[in-house]
Every structure is written in C-alpha cells, then in structure tokens.
C-alpha cells in the first residue's frame, strides 16, 4: 500500500543533513533578529528601550502596522526562505514586558531564527509529500490556525479596550446579583440578667427596671453594674457583652427584644436587662 507519511528514520536523516543557515541583511526594523552571538555583542538587557529607537517596533508589534508584511529574507536554508515577516510574527508571540529583553538577547533569537527555519525545512517536506492534504491532518492545521487567530484576536482586544471602570461594573454586579451582596443583620448586645429563680417575676423586673433607670442616668455604669447584680454565669469571662450576634445563637425573647433594640427582655425565669445596638 502507498504511503506519503515521512518516515522517522527519514526525518532523522533529514535533520542529520541540513546545511547551516545563511542569515541575509536585515532591515533595520528588526536589526536585533540577525545578530546573533558571533555577529554583535549582546545588549545589556537592563538598558533602557528607549535608547534603541530601532528596537521599539519590534517590542511593540501594534506600534508599527508594516511589521509582519515584509517579505525580504531573514535567513536562508537548503533553499528555504525565513522572512522579515515571518520573524516579526515569532516576536509578536513573545509577552509584551519580555520582548524587549529577548530581541536584545543575541543568543535567544539566533536560537528562535534557527528553529523557525527548521520547522519551514521539515514542513516543505512535508507538504512535498503530500502530507498536509492527509484529513485528518488538514482538521490539525485548521485548528491550530483557529487557535492562533483567536489569541491574537484577545490580545488586540485587549489592547484597544478603554480603562475598566470597576466602579461601574461593581454597581452593575450589584443590580444583577443583589443577594450576593447581603450581609448577615447582627447586633452587639450587652446585657445583665437578673433571675426569677431566688425571687419572684415582680421582684426580678423590678430590680430590671430600676437597673435600667439607673443606666438611663449614667450609662456608663454598665459594667460595674453587670458585675454587682447580674447572674449570668458568664459575666465574669464577657462583662455582659456579645458582640455581632446573629440570628439563631440566642433564646428566642432574649434574641427578639435584642434586634427590636429593646431594652427589657422577659424570660420563663429571669428578666434581661439589654443595650443593643447595630453595628456600623
């Protein structure tokens, strides 16, 4: 059965033969593309971009339209052409805040021009074989292509798209989504029991009420009021206090009386004396 797949054993000698590359003249657009190490010395990559006017475009591909569109040749290997296009288009793939150091790095680009030229060598090669008319290989190089042309449709996207004005979306995130946004209602509580179990309910909010008329006229007698007549176990760990309660964590009167911000809170056997407020 006739085949057109390259083999391994003929790609391996294929590899094994290609002459050295012959790297042309470059424009001055992308004069750092062509040195390589033997040609120039490398740039200091600390430099500042804009002392090289000549290397602005190339580290900025949106910043000059002709770049990509130059057919001139770049380098030259067993009768295959890299073009100035071609180069500027690998550049265009490297990330904006690394382009610059990378075009200036002599090495790095001898080594990109080297291996874009390897891949046209072997692609024509390829496509001599009648390889890249394979289905199954056409669906391949359609999706790369897709692939390619929807990063850089992104990229230019992104590039040309005005400031966010994250005010607006913030707002706009509300009005759509408005329950994402809700905080739990809470209340900072303090209070000081006084209990019906040693006395009677009259007695219990009796003593509650003066307690609070006291209060009324020196609040900030709070404390030492919770420390002298409450008789909640726990007074001595919070003073009396319970900062950000929510819904569920107290007795129902006592929770009731609390987000009303009410003051006196009856009990089945005691009387809860409350300053309750939310917080800000």
Known sequence: MHTRHLSVLSLAALLAVLPPLTVQSPTARSQAAAESPAQAP????????????AADPAADPAADPALGTSTEPLA????VTLTQGEIDA????IPAERRQMFIRSGEQVDQLIRSLLQNKVLAAEAR???????PLVRGRLAQVSDRELVDAWIERVLEQAPDADYEALAYENYLAHPEAWMTVEMVDVSHLLVSSDNKSEEKALELAQSL????EENPGEFEALVEEFSEDPAKN?????FPAMTR???????EQAAFALAELALNRNSVDLILAHKPA
Do not use: H
């Not at 690998?90 to 793939?93: T, V």
């Not at 001599?128 to 394979?134: L, R, V």
């Not at 569920?248 to 006592?254: K, L, T």
């Open 42 to 53: 490398t740039a200091d990559p600390t430099a500042d971009p804009a002392a090289d006017p």
């Open 76 to 79: 030259v290997q067993r009768g």
């Open 90 to 93: 690998a550049f265009s793939r």
């Open 128 to 134: 001599k074989a009648g390889f890249d008319q394979e």
């Open 212 to 215: 609070r008329a006291r209060l």
């Open 237 to 241: 760990r919070n003073k009396g206090r």
């Open 248 to 254: 569920g964590q107290m007795v129902e009167a006592f």
